[in-house]
């Protein structure tokens, strides 16, 4: 299947520090991409729709001067909290689907980031 | 307001068969999803179902009645490395996905 990569796995960083999350869809390429957040034992809260050279589309209650997305090409969308708090530290996932597979076509997720801020 | 239901947690045993259910209140219906989450990693595509009807694929089934928004996932021969936690999302009419919480799925011996 469709493999989409996400970098990196794992970051731990200092409070006030920014941190950039990147999405790439490997063997595809991806109008829009999906970023998630998701809280331990709790189900995948989407943040924000990526789409291709134009703005995200953040969701109610997401800051958009704070999770700053973009999306540069049809495979890489990068997601970068800005001034970290430790509020912020959750595993944030991203998914895309091929272009050519339409609005219901299957949704292939990257492994996940897990964010750590002291 | 758009809702998906499903249990928090299921407790099976080992060769056993285990059924998820999942309601559902949205505006407007485009599919039913069904994904794996092992926990720490990204949920895994399990199965697709926009018409009325069950979906087999090997071990895993999934059943749609869209009058009754309701499905279910149906886990046969269960084994151990089928604990995780199975998801549940609708796409709606504007072709957002609505996810449920998850239910954890634990298998004993």
């Known amino acids: 299947g469709a493999v989409v990569s996400q970098h990196p796995s794992w970051v731990i960083c200092k409070s006030g520090t920014s941190v950039k999350i990147e999405c790439r869809s490997l063997d595809f390429q991806a109008t829009t991409m999906f970023w998630y957040r998701q809280f331990p034992k709790q189900s995948l809260m989407l943040m924000a729709t990526?789409?291709?050279?134009?703005?995200?589309?953040?969701e109610q209650g997401v800051e958009k001067d704070k999770f700053l997305i973009n999306h540069a090409s049809l495979t890489l969308s990068t997601l970068t909290v800005t001034s970290a708090h430790p509020e912020d530290s959750s595993f944030y996932i991203c998914?895309?689907?091929?272009?050519?597979?339409?609005?219901?076509?299957?949704?292939?997720f990257g492994e996940g980031s897990r964010l750590t801020v002291l | 307001g758009q809702n998906i239901d499903q249990p928090t947690e299921m407790t099976a045993t080992e060769g056993a068969i285990v059924q998820i259910n999942c309601t559902y209140q949205t505006s407007g219906f485009n599919g039913l999803f069904w994904y794996q989450q092992h926990a720490g990693e990204a949920p895994t595509f399990l199965s697709y179902n926009v018409l009325d009807g069950l979906e087999e694929k090997g071990r895993f089934s999934s059943f749609l009645s869209r009058s009754k928004g309701y499905s279910y996932l149906l886990l046969k021969e269960l084994q151990m490395k089928d604990s995780a936690s199975y998801l549940c999302a609708v796409m709606d009419s504007n072709y957002q996905l609505i996810w449920g919480a998850g239910t954890k799925l634990i298998i004993k011996p």
């Open positions: 990526s789409n291709e050279g134009s703005k995200a589309t953040y």
């Open positions: 998914s895309a689907r091929d272009s050519l597979a339409g609005e219901t076509g299957e949704l292939f």
